[in-house]
């Protein structure tokens, strides 16, 4: 697959990057927008260099913050349950975020999470896309409407795309569905099944495409 992925004139320290290790340092070391000055920390991306499978939320939760690792809070709970009910291993995908920096407001002494604006998810893809050339993925699934918007470069309305593979400017087979934190805010549990349901459909055909690509 020819490498499409172009940099800005600033960002010529990304064609330099070829490692994952390399990726996390320079992540860490950003200033590009403002979020970075209130997080406790860049949180990279997580998986093996070569997954056929990644997947792009949204933005570090607090958890995630003071860990350092994507979705190891209550959203990647949720994630890890329905991608072992949708039968991928959470072992062979690489799991990351379109914002790296956590966002949020002080409310009292808990940090609430905000959710990233346009320019800051603009001005955060550049790592997105060196993961993606690192990693390679056959296949990328978006959870939630801001890992659409970095990954198709626009604003997408999640109701249109879900069910149906898209694909990106560079070839990659993309799908998108909601991001696991919206079954957290569901109070009725009728809902909130019928939700997680069909959450775990929109998984299935990247599985499929999964399985197709490692056999």
């Known amino acids: 697959m020819q490498d499409k992925f ?14 994952l290790r390399e990726l996390a340092k320079a992540e860490n070391e950003c200033t590009r927008c403002p979020l970075y000055k209130h ?4 949180v990279p991306g997580e998986g093996r260099k070569g997954a056929h499978l990644m997947l792009v939320g949204e933005q570090p939760g607090d958890k995630e913050d003071l860990a350092g690792k994507p979705f190891v809070g209550p959203a990647g709970r949720v994630l890890n349950q ?22 949020h407001e ?15 998810i603009e001005r955060c893809k550049v790592w997105l896309d060196i993961e993606r050339r690192i990693v390679k993925p056959a296949a990328i699934v978006a ?3 801001t890992a659409a918007r970095s ?15 898209v694909q990106l400017a560079d070839g990659t087979a993309a799908f998108v569905t909601i991001h696991p934190s919206f079954l957290l805010r569901i109070q009725d549990d009728g809902d909130k099944e019928r ?21």
């Open 6 to 19: 172009q940099f800005e004139p600033e960002d010529d320290v990304g064609l330099a990057i070829t490692s």
């Open 143 to 145: 959870l939630g409407a």
């Open 39 to 42: 997080a406790t920390q860049a």
């Open 151 to 165: 990954l198709l470069g626009r604003p997408v309305t999640i109701a249109k795309l879900r069910g149906r593979m």
């Open 106 to 120: 002080m409310r009292g002494k808990r940090r609430l999470h905000k959710r990233p604006n346009a320019y800051e």
């Open 82 to 103: 329905a991608l072992e009910a949708a039968g991928i291993p959470r072992t062979e995908v690489f799991v990351t975020n379109a914002v790296k920096h956590f966002k």
């Open 195 to 215: 939700e997680y349901r069909n959450f775990v459909a929109d998984l299935r055909p990247a599985a499929r495409l999964l399985a197709n690509a490692a056999a």
